[in-house]
Nanobody
Framework: QVQLVESGGGLVQAGGSLRLSCAAS????????MGWFRRAPGKQREFVTA????????DYAASVKGRFSISRDNAKNTVYLQMNSLKPEDTAVYYC?????????????????WGQGTQVTVSS
């Protein structure tokens, strides 16, 4: 059973940066697409970004494109989310997820394993 643990969240001022990490244990995720989702207060969980198993292709929500960057280190069984130029509207709990397949998707049902989430708060 794969377990995912996110870290790196916190409080940052608008315009600042954070780097989230998602470490997998209990199994390898090297054959799984990985995704990041977020849930803002009072809203449904939404897709942020995803990367294929090989790391060769990425996908970003329009709201974060150009500011966020996803990467993975399969040797470390870890995926990262670099978040730059943060805005107050980026405030949310961020979740990483491991997919069933090597290709990625924006659909949360594509993903089998989820972390508990890490809080990101951006102050104005």
């Amino acid at each position: 059973q794969v377990q995912l643990v996110e870290s790196g969240g916190g409080l940052v001022q608008a315009g600042g940066s954070l780097r989230l990490s998602c470490a997998a244990s209990g199994g390898t995720v090297s054959s799984s697409a990985m995704g990041w989702f977020r849930r803002a207060p009072g809203k449904q969980r939404e897709f942020v970004t995803a990367v294929t198993a090989s790391g060769g292709a990425t996908d970003y929500a329009a709201s974060v494109k150009g500011r966020f960057s996803i990467s993975r280190d399969n040797a470390k069984n870890t995926v990262y989310l670099q978040m730059n130029s943060l805005k107050p509207e980026d405030t949310a709990v961020y979740y990483c997820a491991a997919g069933r397949f090597t290709s990625s998707s924006r659909n949360e049902y594509w993903y089998s394993y989820w972390g508990q989430g890490t809080q990101v708060t951006v102050s104005s």
